[in-house]
Nanobody
């Protein structure tokens, strides 16, 4: 059973920073592109950022470009989301997702349980 364990959420003032972490097994991590999504109250879940499994290519939603940075630590089987210059509209539950392949065969998408981020003064 694939497990993704997120941490690092919390309450922060506008302009502040948080770093989210998502850890999983070596088997899953080494075969997965890792992504962060978020869901604000009353809104659909949206993609925030993604990092590839092989070349580490990163993508970002326009709303977070220049403020958020995704990275992965292969030694710790962990993906991070560094969030700077946070805004109230960044508030939501942040989810980690692993898109896993074995070779070229898609195995599945696996989700973490989510971590709450609240940006408020």
């Amino acid at each position: 059973q694939v497990q993704l364990v997120e941490s690092g959420g919390g309450l922060v003032q506008p302009g502040g920073s948080l770093r989210l972490s998502c850890a999983t097994s070596e088997f899953t991590f080494s075969r997965s592109a890792m992504s962060w999504y978020r869901q604000a109250p009353g809104k659909v879940r949206e993609s925030v950022s993604r990092i590839g499994s092989i070349d580490g290519t990163t993508t970002y939603a326009d709303s977070v470009k220049g403020r958020f940075t995704i990275s992965r630590d292969d030694g710790r089987n962990t993906v991070y989301l560094q969030m700077n210059s946070l805004k109230p509209e960044d508030t939501g539950v942040y989810y980690c997702k692993a898109t896993t392949f074995v070779g070229t065969t898609f195995v599945g998408d696996y989700w973490g349980q989510g971590t709450q981020v609240t940006v408020s003064s």
